[in-house]
DNA sequence: ATGGTGGTGATACCA
């Protein structure tokens, strides 16, 4: 017998786009498929002015951008009203930015949908490592671990989701051997990744796949899609009252195979919605 | 094997 009380799920997908006028129809056959009712973007790399708002509006999507020319760019895109819109991270300490400059990068989105708190979110790479680019990395994730933890407070569904440029365990990696001194399995890195999880994030991937290779990411070189040498980096970091209402996650291979793709493939989650 | 590919924008830089 299913239970006699009707819930609404709703699907929340990440997805690094690395260009979004490169990946425009991946996107938008992506959602007129259904594939997703909140979507996170990012590496978008337009401006806020070049973003098609209409395209999606057309399809039956809100959204809302932080972008850049160039470099970086994160979105949020939904079926439901979105609100109070806050981009860059919130209650950031001193500027992150690289040799003292302000942190002029478009990596953080964040907005309410639904009753929930949602962010896109895209950390910096941090390579090469060590370096200042590495730690301009260290600090960002500081400054997220702080922004987390404040909106914990607010004890409502949160999902913290994006490109966090962190292989959070071995299995997470084809060949921990081979990213030996990379930014992307640094321990420093991997432990901020931890921090976040102490401090009462859930990782939906890993809730319901505690283990088994799911990777996100294959390098467009030397054949890495063909070999499955791939790497887990994008992650949906759930609050306990978003973690108590998840239902499935997994990732969607099959946006890595199809022509001219992100190197980045969706990694989503199933929720019930908040009544 | 210190390469390889891809996006941006017009050249190096980023990943």
């Known amino acids: 017998m299913t239970s006699s009380v ?115 979110l895209y950390l910096p790479n941090g390579n090469p490592c060590p370096g200042p680019k590495f730690d301009y990395k260290l600090r960002w994730m500081k400054r997220l671990a702080g922004v987390a933890e404040t909106l914990l407070h607010s004890e409502r569904p949160i999902i913290l989701g994006g490109d966090y440029n962190v292989m959070p365990q071995d299995v997470d990696c084809y060949d921990p051997n081979a990213w030996e001194g990379d930014a992307l399995w640094h321990p420093d890195s991997r432990a901020a990744f931890f921090a976040l999880a102490h401090s009462g994030y859930t990782d939906a991937l890993r809730s319901i796949h505690p283990t088994g290779e799911k990777f996100s990411f294959w390098d467009y070189q030397a054949g890495a899609w063909q070999k499955n040498n791939g790497i887990r980096i994008d992650h949906l970091m759930m609050s306990p009252e978003a973690a108590s209402r998840l239902c499935a996650a997994d990732v969607d291979n099959a946006e890595r195979g199809k022509e001219r793709p992100s190197d980045h493939t969706p990694v989503y989650c199933d929720i019930t919605l908040p009544a």
Request: glycine share 8%; aromatic share 6%; net charge negative.
């Open 6 to 120: 009707m819930t609404k799920t709703a699907r929340i997908a990440t997805w690094n786009v690395n260009s979004l006028k490169a990946r425009r129809e991946h996107v938008l056959t992506y959602l007129s498929e259904g594939k997703a009712d909140i979507l996170l973007l990012q590496e978008l790399k337009l401006q806020d002015a070049d973003f098609p708002h209409d395209a999606f509006k057309e399809i039956g999507f809100s959204s809302v951008c932080h972008g850049q020319k160039t470099y970086n760019g994160v979105a949020i895109i939904s079926r439901f009203d979105i609100e109070n819109i806050v981009r860059g991270l919130p209650n950031g300490e001193a500027p992150a930015g690289i040799d003292g400059e302000a942190d002029t990068h478009a990596r953080y989105i964040q907005a309410d949908i639904k009753g929930m708190t949602i962010a896109s």
